[in-house]
């Protein structure tokens, strides 16, 4: 609940410090004091707009800060611990506002945005006022009342979840879908491509066998002459030859009678060609043997290359990287066949999370269905008590459009009121009547307040257009939230302010150069002379103080 409220230099409040407390709390004074100035700076620290109209003039800045005690708002102290905010069971929010404009908000003294501080907010208090941006005229207001109300708030939680699911495993599937049609050509021009180059079936190393068998048979004719020369000279030459000269030649050094290295080595070198010389010899003899220069043959490895080469062309790489490429085209095809097994997986995981959510969003219609009426009922009666004979309450519940997963569930939730008889129900944010509004806003918070996270309700001159017996209900039932929690609330009539547990009086001082809203509480006695004032004027009787004396005492009772 909110427990201190300081404001300074905030439209004409040069400094205010409130301590508050649970329980029903009136503020009261005369018109134009600044009554509704406590809570539009409170509404600041909970992230409301603000501009530098209001500092007060002569300021560089408005600062405003709230705090509240946390000790029954868990989700609260959950919501701080995971951005690392504070774990203690207080926070301080604040707001300052600069003369230039300018704005900044923070958490527990940490810098933060302007919607971390309304996220907040809405945890901690709920101010209800005959402006259109209260909480009561959304219909996620609507939603999270009447599941509090049923309390089925933690099964809605669930419901949310599994659509959440749902939605993202969706999201993945049309992704795997929208390109499965790419993917399936892709996929048969990769087999297609794939068959060929299994067709050729090419080895390791048969590429440059062929080039070099190619070069060989298309040279057939030179290269056994070729060898055939080269065999003359050295071994068959009549004229002369390599083997005949190096046989002379070794003979020549050694018919010598010599000891000298030189001559010694030169004749080792000699022998050494000579040897190497035969197993030349050797070689190309055997080279002759085992040739065919067959035509079918060079034939055959030339159709085999250019079909090679085509390929490679056709793929546009080197004919060596064929090999390769055949790899990284099955390991493509292994890939898609993989990706259509992952949408058969994901198809599956989604036809799960929607048979998940069907059962717990049809349990949650039902708990809903069954709530809706009793709350209608329930707020219904609250209506004739507070001055609106023949008005109508009801939760109307009706279907998504879409039958696809919705997060809050297989309904919207929609309040709709009829404040006159004979006039249909309409969504509340049509009400004309701010004051109607404000009024059957009081009947809703006094039927779910026992099941409302929210802890601290404002609620901001809700009796405007009322008095009277209607008047008298509106306090009992402000002190009946009070009792379960704490409320503030702005009013001018005596039978609202009497049944407070504690009373504020805002009042102006004014000096010759300045006016100051300020704000004091009041003791018993200051309460009866408050009521008694709000009796009767300025002058107080006897006989107003009697009867404001006998309502503040009936109101303890």
Same mark, same amino acid.
């Given at each position: 609940m909110?427990?201190?409220l300081?404001?300074h230099?905030?439209a ?11 329980g ?14 406590m ?5 600041l ?22 705090t ?6 868990a ?5 701080l611990?995971e ?21 900044r908000g ?11 501080l309304?996220?907040?907010g ?18 996620d207001?609507h939603?999270?009342?009447l ?11 669930q ?10 495993t969706q999201?993945?599937l049309d ?22 180059l ?8 048969e590429?440059?066998e ?17 060898? %055939? ?7 068959d030459?009549?004229a ?5 000269a ?20 030169a004749?080792?070198l ?18 002759l ?8 043959r060079? %034939? ?10 085509q390929?490679a062309r ?16 099955l ?8 990706n259509?097994?992952a949408?058969?997986?994901l ?5 799960a ?16 269905s ?6 209608s ?9 507070l ?11 009706s ?6 997963p ?6 919207r939730?929609?309040f709709?009121v009829?404040?006159?008889p ?5 969504p509340?944010?049509?009400?004309a009547?701010?004051?109607?509004l404000?009024?059957i806003?009081l009947?809703?918070?006094?039927i ?10 404002v ?16 306090? %009992?039932?402000?002190r009946?939230?009070?009792a379960r929690?704490q409320v ?5 009539l ?9 009373q ?7 000096t ?6 300020a ?7 200051e ?10 004027g300025?002058?107080?009787?006897e ?15």
């Amino acid at each position: 609940m909110l427990v201190h409220l300081a404001i300074h230099n905030y439209a004409i409040v040069e400094q205010l410090d409130l301590e508050l407390r649970s329980g029903m709390t009136a503020i009261t004074g005369e018109t134009g004091a600044g009554k509704s100035i406590m809570l539009d700076a409170l509404g600041l620290t909970l992230g409301d707009r603000a501009d530098s109209g209001v500092v007060r003039p002569g300021s560089d800045k408005a600062d405003i800060l709230a705090t509240f005690d946390l000790a029954d708002i868990a989700e609260a102290r959950d919501w701080l611990a995971e951005r690392d905010l504070g774990d203690d069971e207080q926070v301080i929010l604040r707001r300052v506002i600069t003369a230039e404009g300018r704005s900044r908000g923070y958490i527990n003294g940490t810098p933060c945005p302007q919607a971390d501080l309304r996220e907040l907010g809405e945890l901690l208090i709920d101010i209800h006022s005959q402006h259109e941006h209260q909480s009561l005229l959304k219909t996620d207001t609507h939603r999270r009342l009447l599941d509090e109300y049923a309390g089925c708030a933690d099964l809605a939680r669930q419901v949310q979840l599994a659509a959440q699911r749902w939605r993202q495993t969706q999201q993945a599937l049309d992704k795997a879908n929208s390109s499965s049609d790419e993917q399936q050509a892709r996929l048969q021009l990769l087999t297609y491509q794939l068959e060929e180059l299994e067709a050729l079936s090419l080895g390791d190393n048969e590429l440059k066998e062929l080039e070099q068998q190619q070069r060989e048979l298309s040279n057939a004719e030179s290269l056994l002459a070729g060898c %055939q020369q080269v065999i003359d000279l050295c071994a068959d030459s009549d004229a002369g030859n390599v083997l005949s000269a190096l046989n002379t030649s070794l003979n020549r050094l050694g018919g010598f009678q010599s000891n000298s290295p030189a001559l010694n080595e030169a004749a080792n070198l000699l022998a050494s060609a000579q040897i190497q010389v035969e197993e030349a010899i050797g070689e190309l003899h055997r080279f002759l043997d085992h040739f065919e220069a067959d035509p079918q043959r060079l %034939q055959d490895i030339e159709e085999r290359l250019s079909l090679i080469y085509q390929l490679a062309r056709k793929h546009k790489v080197h004919p060596d990287e064929l090999l390769s490429l055949q790899q990284q085209l099955l390991n493509e095809v292994e890939s898609l066949n993989a990706n259509d097994q992952a949408g058969e997986h994901l198809q599956e995981e989604l036809d799960a999370y929607a048979r998940h959510y069907q059962s717990k969003a049809a349990e949650l219609s039902q708990l809903r269905s069954q709530a809706a009426s009793s709350l209608s009922s329930a707020v219904d009666e609250q209506m004739q008590r507070l001055g609106m004979p023949g008005g109508c309450f009801s939760v109307h519940l009706s279907a998504h459009e879409s039958t696809d997963p919705h997060p809050n569930g297989a309904e919207r939730v929609e309040f709709l009121v009829s404040t006159n008889p004979g006039q249909p129900a309409k969504p509340l944010a049509k009400v004309a009547s701010g004051g109607e509004l404000s009024r059957i806003s009081l009947a809703i918070q006094v039927i779910t307040a026992q099941t409302s996270r929210v802890p601290t309700l404002v609620f901001d001159e809700v009796d405007v257009g009322i008095g009277g017996p209607t008047a008298e209900v509106v306090g %009992q039932l402000l002190r009946q939230l009070g009792a379960r929690g704490q409320v503030l609330t702005v009013t001018h009539l005596p039978q609202v302010a009497a049944q407070s547990h504690q009373q504020l009086f805002v009042y102006k001082q004014r000096t010759a150069h300045s006016t100051q809203s300020a704000v004091r509480e009041l003791s018993h006695d200051e309460r009866i002379e408050e009521v008694a004032r709000m009796l009767g004027g300025i002058d107080l009787t006897e006989a107003s103080l009697a009867h404001a004396r006998q309502m503040v005492g009936s109101a303890n009772h």
